[in-house]
Nanobody
Framework: QVRLVESGGGLVQPGGSLRLSCVAS???????MGWYRQGAGKQRELVAG???????IYADSVKDRFTISRDNARNTVYLQMNSLKPEDTALYYC??????WGQGTQVTVSS
């Protein structure tokens, strides 16, 4: 079974940027890949998703600020996050085909 490992989280000031990476242990060529997040006391929610063909979907709260992309040759999915807000603070998870989850990477937006 494919394993997913996220990285790139950290502490950033409001207005700052981070790029999250999700590396898969196997091929993601045909996989739907998604980024989800779960804030303290909140339910896990979809942030962005990308199909094997490159079509993307975003939560309304991150449109025009976040960009999801994939590099199939590197079995890697990225989430570029710009103009970060305190409400973006959460544990961010990578997901493959709505089935496989990574362990998460923490993003904290605070001054």
């Amino acid at each position: 079974q494919v394993r997913l490992v996220e990285s790139g989280g950290g502490l950033v000031q409001p207005g700052g940027s981070l790029r999250l990476s999700c590396v898969a242990s196997g091929s993601i060529f045909n996989a739907y890949m998604g980024w989800y997040r779960q804030g303290a006391g909140k339910q896990r929610e979809l942030v962005a998703g990308i199909t094997s063909g490159g079509s993307t979907i975003y939560a309304d709260s991150v449109k025009d600020r976040f960009t999801i992309s994939r590099d199939n040759a590197r079995n890697t999915v990225y989430l570029q996050m710009n103009s970060l807000k305190p409400e973006d603070t959460a544990l961010y998870y990578c997901n493959s085909n709505h089935v496989i989850w990574g362990q998460g990477t923490q993003v904290t937006v605070s001054s």
